[in-house]
């Protein structure tokens, strides 16, 4: 496994623990949790997505029979991913605590540029193969 799809898988990991917290925490309180979309987020774009893009990573390239296009533009990727999922739960937080919603927007477009990211690498890498002759 690359490095970049090794710290994916453990980042999504990670992301769920504290997302499952989350969960937890959120069903025994009352019924207006304000974090419920950290939560989510933490589960759909930490858990989630992170673990298809460290897999993604791994065997996207091997299944089309190329190469990755960019392990730099993925390295980037990895790095926007986590500090904009980060920066959008403190986002959550700010939003919650103080009306502000400059902090989630900035970190949400962090987040939102990882996504791109990724599907630019993938839309380079990825190639059917020929179609294989009958008989
Ligand atoms: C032990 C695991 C989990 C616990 C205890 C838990 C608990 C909860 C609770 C209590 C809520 C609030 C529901 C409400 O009052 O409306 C919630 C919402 C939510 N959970 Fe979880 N959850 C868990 C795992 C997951 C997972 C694995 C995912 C996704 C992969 C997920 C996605 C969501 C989403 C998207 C919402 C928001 C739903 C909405 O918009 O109404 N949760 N969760
Ligand atoms: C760059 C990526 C993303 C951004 C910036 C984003 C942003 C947001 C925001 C601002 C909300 C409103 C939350 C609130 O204040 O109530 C929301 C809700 C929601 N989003 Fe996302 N989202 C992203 C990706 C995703 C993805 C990939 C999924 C699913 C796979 C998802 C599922 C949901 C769901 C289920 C809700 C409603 C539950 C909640 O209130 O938390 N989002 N999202």
Known sequence: MSKITVWFIKSALVYFILAVILG???????????????????NLLGWMSMMIYGVGYHILP??????????????????????????????????TGWGDANMLLIFSIVEALAAVF?????????KAAPPVPAN
């Open 24 to 42: 937890l925490h959120m069903a025994v309180s009352g019924t207006q949790y304000p974090y419920m979309p950290i939560h989510a987020h933490f």
């Open 62 to 95: 091997r299944f089309s029979g190329r190469p990755l296009y960019s392990e730099k533009l993925a390295e980037w990727q990895f790095w926007l991913a986590n500090i904009g999922l980060v920066g959008m739960a403190l986002g959550w937080i700010v939003k």
């Open 118 to 126: 990724f599907v630019v690498n993938m839309f380079k890498t990825i």
